[in-house]
């Protein structure tokens, strides 16, 4: 599906917008927008074939393998949004903690509603139970205290890559990736 370029950039302003929020995952933003699907696909799409195509200098074709025109505007609205936002957030935050947290809480709650109703078929006992365990595995972890283990570089560099991963998954809480 195309979506136009001010509506993409606008999507990204809304998911750099929540980035900047501690616990409030950008993905959430692009499910509950409609471009989920697209940023997943641009984003696997990185894969050996277009190194080769990079390496061999082929690209215009990695540009249209990795969705460039779709990717990049995004970005630009993410990086535009959390360097113009950061302060107006930032204030939010110290003068109207609830409201903020509550607003983010339901669009958390709007994108679980929205995996559950086009995502999920609980049609089986496996089904059932990877379901259930997979919310008991998301409270656990919401309510384990925080932890802090890996100090230096190389554990910087590994909670980094996961809370990256984190990012794209809606609902999640990235913060919790912060070891």
């Keep these: 599906m195309k979506h136009l370029p001010a509506g993409v950039f606008a999507r990204g302003l809304a998911m750099g917008a929540a980035d900047i929020v501690p616990g409030v995952s950008g993905g959430t933003i692009a499910l509950i927008t409609g471009i989920y699907e697209r940023l997943l696909s641009a984003i696997v799409s990185a894969d050996s074939d ?3 195509m990079a390496l061999s200098g082929r690209w215009n074709a990695l540009w249209h393998r990795i969705d460039g025109g779709f990717l990049s505007i995004l970005l630009l609205g993410i990086l535009t949004a959390i360097f113009s936002l950061a302060s107006g957030i930032h204030w939010l935050l110290t003068h109207y903690p609830q409201l903020l947290w509550s607003f983010f809480s339901g669009l958390i709650l709007v994108s679980a509603v929205l995996l559950i109703r086009d995502e999920v078929t609980l049609n089986s006992v496996d ?16 309510l384990m205290p925080p932890v802090s283990f890996l100090t230096g570089l190389p554990g910087l560099f590994f909670a980094g890559a996961i809370a990256i991963c984190a990012m794209i998954l809606p609902g999640y809480r990235e ?3 912060w070891c």
């Design 50 to 52: 277009a190194l080769s």
């Design 175 to 177: 913060v919790f990736c």
């Design 127 to 142: 089904r059932l139970a990877g379901f259930t365990l997979g919310v008991c595995i998301a409270v656990g972890a919401a």
